[in-house]
Every structure is written in structure tokens, then in C-alpha cells.
Nanobody, 127 residues
Framework: QVQLVESGGGLVQAGDSLRLSCAASGRTFSGYNMGWFRQAPGKEREFVAAVRWSGSTTNYAASVKGRFTISRDNAKNTVYLQMNSLKPEDTAVYSC????????????????????WGQGTQVTVSS
């Protein structure tokens, strides 16, 4: 079992940057692949980015590639999402998630492949 707590959200203007953090409890964090997802009002949850347990492989949604960077610090049990050049369409609740089956060797973008979820942090980008 792992508990996830996101932080770092807020209200920013278009073009600004934010860094989200997701702190995980438990000693097995380094064995999990981690992902970030977002959900805007009235829309379905969508994949943003994911990182392998080792940090060696990442996966991004096309809409954020080149603007967002996912990273992790296993010593701190934390995964980050650096978001640059933010756009109003990035406005959403951002949640991190953990995939405990990292042995499968794939960094998944499907939400149903993730086992644990945080509560989310609101990101609002004004135009």
C-alpha cells in the first residue's frame, strides 16, 4: 500500500511555469512506475506523463510533450511534474498515480493500469 499526496498547484497566467510534487509514503516507492493524470471540469481524466521506477524511461501525452517534464527522486519518495509554457487548456485537477506492477516493463498511459491515486491538486491557467 502507498499513499500519495500532491502539492504545488495554483493559479498562474498563460506562459508561466509550475512544478507539481507528489510525495509517497511507504518503502516500496522506488519499485513503482509513476504517472500524472489530469481532469478538467466536464471532461474525462486524461494521461499527462509517466516515468519508470528507475527514472530511465518517460512517456508523455502529445499535448504536453516539450512543455512538461516528469522526474522522480527515489531517495525522497517524490515524483515531480515541471510544467512550462502553461496554457489555459492545461487547467485541471492534476493527480499522481502509482503502478505497482512495474515488473511488466511498460510505462503505461492508461489510468486503469495504476493501482494507487492521490487526491489531486488544482492548476488554473488564466489567459
Amino acid at each position: 500500500q502507498v499513499q500519495l499526496v500532491e502539492s504545488g498547484g495554483g493559479l498562474v497566467q498563460a506562459g508561466d511555469s509550475l512544478r507539481l510534487s507528489c510525495a509517497a509514503s511507504g518503502r516500496t516507492f522506488s519499485g513503482y512506475n509513476m504517472g500524472w493524470f489530469r481532469q478538467a471540469p466536464g471532461k474525462e481524466r486524461e494521461f499527462v506523463a509517466a516515468v519508470r521506477w528507475s527514472g530511465s524511461t518517460t512517456n508523455y501525452a502529445a499535448s504536453v510533450k516539450g512543455r512538461f517534464t516528469i522526474s522522480r527522486d527515489n531517495a525522497k519518495n517524490t515524483v515531480y511534474l515541471q510544467m512550462n509554457s502553461l496554457k489555459p487548456e492545461d487547467t485541471a485537477v492534476y493527480s499522481c498515480a502509482a503502478d505497482r506492477k512495474a515488473y511488466r516493463g511498460v510505462v503505461y498511459s492508461a489510468a486503469n493500469e495504476y493501482d494507487y491515486w492521490g487526491q489531486g491538486t488544482q492548476v488554473t491557467v488564466s489567459s
